[in-house]
C-alpha cells in the first residue's frame, strides 16, 4: 500500500500540489490554446469598470489572477456609493449592514464569510480563511473574531445615506425586488492571468432590509461564483435565493467543461433556471458573467439592463448583455 508521502509524488495530484496546474491541464485533456491577445482577461458584473481596472494592473504587470480579482473586488467594497456592496450598503430590517463574500484561487481552493459585521474587506478575510484556516466558509460572530484577529478593523459600516434610506423604508416595512434597480447589485468577478490561471470572487451586502441573519448566494461556492481551473469561471448577481437554488456558476463550467462556449452555456442555465421556475423568473433579475480557459467571455440574463465590465487586449469597456426576456 502506498503511502501518502508516495502517492503525492507518483501521482498528477503531486504535480499540482508542486505547483504545475499546466500538467494537470494537459494531461487531463482539458487544456486550452488561448486566442491570439486574450490573456490576460478580467470580467465582473456590472459597471465596475475601475474594479476591471484595478485587476488589470495586477494582470498586466504578470500578477495572478487570484490577486487581482481580490483588488477589483475590493474597490466596491470600499465606496460609500455602492449600496448593494460593503460600506454604504444598505442594511438589514434590524439596521445592521451584514456582508457575504467568496473566493477561489486556480487549485481550486476556496473561502467565504457570511454575515460578517463591521469588516471593510469580506473578500479580504474569505481569502484569509482560505489560505489560513482548514475551513472553506466561516459566519457571523465566528467570522468577525477571526477577521480581527487576522489585523482587520472593526469600523461602522452604515453610511448616513444608507441609515436615511432604512429609515424611510421603516415607515411601510415593504420588500418589493426592483429589477435593475440602478444598474448594479452584487459584484462578481473573475480573471484569468498571462499564465492561464483563472481565479474568481464574488462580494455583496446583500438584499436590502433583508431579514436579520438572512445569507445570500455571494458566499456559496458554486452559487455566487465558481471557478475550476481546467475549464473556466462564472459568477453571478441578482436574486441570491434564485441563484442558491439552482447553483448557476457551477452548472455554467460544466456545461462548458461538455463544449459549450462561455456564452452559450449562460445562455443554457438562464434558459433551464427560467422552465423550472417561471413565475420567479418572470419577477426578478439573475445575470451571469463567464470565462473559459481559452479567454473567451459570455454573459447572459433574465431580463433586459444587465450589463458588465470586461478588461480585455488593453481596453476597458462596459456591454450590454442579452437576456431571454424582452422589455
Same mark, same amino acid.
Given at each position: 500500500?502506498?503511502?501518502?508521502?508516495?502517492?503525492?509524488?507518483?501521482?498528477?495530484?503531486?504535480?499540482?500540489?508542486?505547483?504545475?496546474?499546466?500538467?494537470?491541464?494537459?494531461?487531463?485533456?482539458? %487544456?486550452?490554446?488561448?486566442?491570439?491577445?486574450?490573456?490576460?482577461?478580467?470580467?465582473?458584473?456590472?459597471?465596475?469598470? /475601475?474594479?476591471?481596472?484595478?485587476?488589470?494592473?495586477?494582470?498586466?504587470?504578470?500578477?495572478?489572477?487570484?490577486?487581482?480579482?481580490?483588488?477589483?473586488?475590493?474597490?466596491? /467594497?470600499?465606496?460609500?456609493?455602492?449600496?448593494?456592496?460593503?460600506?454604504?450598503?444598505?442594511?438589514?430590517?434590524? *439596521?445592521?449592514?451584514?456582508?457575504?463574500?467568496?473566493?477561489?484561487?486556480? %487549485?481550486?481552493?476556496?473561502? +467565504?464569510?457570511?454575515?460578517?459585521?463591521?469588516?471593510?474587506?469580506?473578500?479580504?478575510?474569505?481569502? @484569509?480563511?482560505?489560505?489560513?484556516?482548514?475551513?472553506?466558509?466561516?459566519?457571523?460572530?465566528? !467570522?468577525?473574531?477571526?477577521?480581527?484577529? /487576522?489585523? %482587520?478593523?472593526?469600523?461602522?459600516?452604515?453610511?448616513?445615506?444608507?441609515?436615511?434610506?432604512?429609515?424611510?423604508?421603516?415607515?411601510?416595512?415593504?420588500?418589493?425586488?426592483?429589477?435593475?434597480?440602478?444598474?448594479?447589485?452584487?459584484?462578481?468577478?473573475?480573471?484569468?492571468?498571462?499564465?492561464?490561471?483563472?481565479?474568481?470572487?464574488?462580494?455583496?451586502?446583500?438584499?436590502? %432590509?433583508?431579514?436579520? *441573519? @438572512?445569507?445570500?448566494?455571494?458566499?456559496?461556492?458554486? !452559487?455566487?461564483?465558481?471557478?475550476?481551473?481546467?475549464?473556466?469561471?462564472?459568477?453571478?448577481?441578482?436574486?441570491?435565493?434564485?441563484?442558491?437554488?439552482?447553483?448557476?456558476?457551477?452548472?455554467?463550467? /460544466?456545461?462548458?467543461?461538455?463544449?459549450?462556449?462561455?456564452?452559450?452555456? !449562460?445562455?443554457?442555465?438562464?434558459?433551464?433556471?427560467?422552465?423550472?421556475?417561471?413565475?420567479?423568473?418572470?419577477?426578478?433579475?439573475?445575470?451571469?458573467?463567464?470565462?473559459?480557459? @481559452?479567454?473567451?467571455?459570455?454573459?447572459? +440574463?433574465?431580463?433586459?439592463?444587465?450589463?458588465?465590465?470586461?478588461?480585455?487586449?488593453?481596453?476597458?469597456?462596459?456591454?450590454?448583455?442579452?437576456?431571454?426576456?424582452?422589455?
Amino acid at each position: 500500500m502506498k503511502t501518502r508521502r508516495q502517492f503525492l509524488q507518483n501521482s498528477l495530484l503531486g504535480a499540482m500540489v508542486a505547483g504545475s496546474g499546466d500538467l494537470w491541464a494537459k494531461t487531463a485533456g482539458f %487544456f486550452e490554446r488561448p486566442e491570439k491577445g486574450a490573456l490576460p482577461v478580467v470580467i465582473a458584473t456590472w459597471d465596475n469598470r /475601475e474594479a476591471t481596472a484595478a485587476a488589470w494592473q495586477i494582470l498586466s504587470n504578470g500578477g495572478r489572477a487570484l490577486d487581482a480579482v481580490e483588488a477589483g473586488a475590493r474597490i466596491p /467594497e470600499a465606496d460609500p456609493d455602492d449600496t448593494s456592496v460593503g460600506y454604504g450598503g444598505f442594511p438589514d430590517r434590524d *439596521g445592521h449592514v451584514t456582508l457575504d463574500a467568496c473566493i477561489m484561487d486556480e %487549485f481550486g481552493n476556496a473561502g +467565504s464569510v457570511g454575515f460578517l459585521e463591521h469588516i471593510m474587506h469580506p473578500i479580504s478575510v474569505a481569502r @484569509r480563511v482560505m489560505e489560513k484556516t482548514p475551513h472553506v466558509m466561516l459566519a457571523g460572530e465566528g !467570522a468577525l473574531q477571526f477577521a480581527l484577529s /487576522e489585523g %482587520f478593523q472593526k469600523e461602522n459600516m452604515l453610511t448616513e445615506t444608507a441609515r436615511k434610506a432604512w429609515e424611510e423604508w421603516k415607515v411601510k416595512s415593504e420588500y418589493k425586488p426592483v429589477i435593475n434597480i440602478e444598474r448594479h447589485d452584487t459584484i462578481g468577478i473573475v480573471a484569468m492571468d498571462a499564465r492561464q490561471r483563472i481565479a474568481g470572487a464574488c462580494t455583496t451586502s446583500g438584499m436590502a %432590509f433583508k431579514m436579520r *441573519g @438572512r445569507i445570500g448566494d455571494s458566499p456559496i461556492i458554486g !452559487a455566487g461564483m465558481f471557478a475550476d481551473n481546467e475549464v473556466g469561471a462564472a459568477a453571478a448577481t441578482g436574486l441570491g435565493e434564485l441563484v442558491l437554488k439552482t447553483l448557476g456558476s457551477f452548472l455554467i463550467v /460544466e456545461e462548458m467543461r461538455r463544449g459549450k462556449h462561455p456564452q452559450k452555456a !449562460a445562455e443554457e442555465v438562464i434558459r433551464r433556471l427560467a422552465r423550472k421556475y417561471p413565475k420567479d423568473a418572470a419577477d426578478n433579475q439573475i445575470g451571469y458573467v463567464v470565462l473559459d480557459k @481559452r479567454g473567451r467571455h459570455g454573459a447572459y +440574463s433574465l431580463h433586459p439592463g444587465f450589463n458588465y465590465a470586461i478588461f480585455q487586449r488593453d481596453e476597458n469597456i462596459v456591454k450590454e448583455a442579452g437576456s431571454l426576456f424582452l422589455k
